[in-house]
């Protein structure tokens, strides 16, 4: 079975594992940096079958400079969102902060 027939190449930012609405990120993303192995990660995600977590690792062992651009642009594209999320949160964030500052108020009166 050739490895690539493990992915859904929906876009050149989204490969997901098939089957699965899982991207390859999530996969490698706990492989690189939380450094956790296949059967743990499998653990975490039980509709994910073992032999499709080892090729995803191997994917990534075989195309490693491409993916790591890859995983480098998806982890930016999160801090960016996080950091516009900070800046101009949505207005339920805004009403449970509010929320909070009136329960510690009334805690003090």
Same mark, same amino acid.
């Given at each position: 079975?050739?490895?690539?027939?493990?992915?859904?190449?929906?876009?050149?930012?989204?490969?997901?594992?098939?089957?699965?609405?899982?991207?390859?990120?999530?996969?490698?993303?706990?492989? #690189?940096?939380?450094?956790?192995?296949?059967?743990?990660?499998?653990? /975490? +995600?039980? !509709?994910?079958? $073992? @032999?499709?977590?080892? =090729?995803? #690792?191997?994917?990534?062992?075989?195309?490693?400079?491409?993916?790591? /651009? +890859?995983? !480098?642009?998806? $982890? @930016?594209?999160?801090? =960016?969102?996080?950091?516009?999320?900070?800046?101009?949160?949505?207005?339920?964030?805004?009403?449970?902060?509010?929320?909070?500052?009136?329960?510690?108020?009334?805690?003090?009166?």
């Amino acid at each position: 079975m050739e490895i690539n027939s493990y992915f859904n190449f929906l876009s050149a930012d989204d490969i997901r594992i098939k089957g699965s609405r899982i991207g390859i990120e999530t996969i490698l993303y706990r492989y #690189i940096y939380r450094e956790q192995d296949a059967k743990t990660i499998a653990a /975490e +995600y039980p !509709a994910l079958s $073992l @032999e499709s977590i080892h =090729a995803t #690792i191997l994917y990534y062992l075989q195309n490693r400079s491409r993916i790591d /651009e +890859y995983l !480098a642009d998806w $982890l @930016e594209f999160g801090r =960016a969102a996080r950091e516009k999320q900070r800046k101009n949160p949505p207005p339920f964030v805004l009403r449970m902060r509010a929320l909070k500052t009136e329960q510690k108020t009334l805690e003090f009166a």
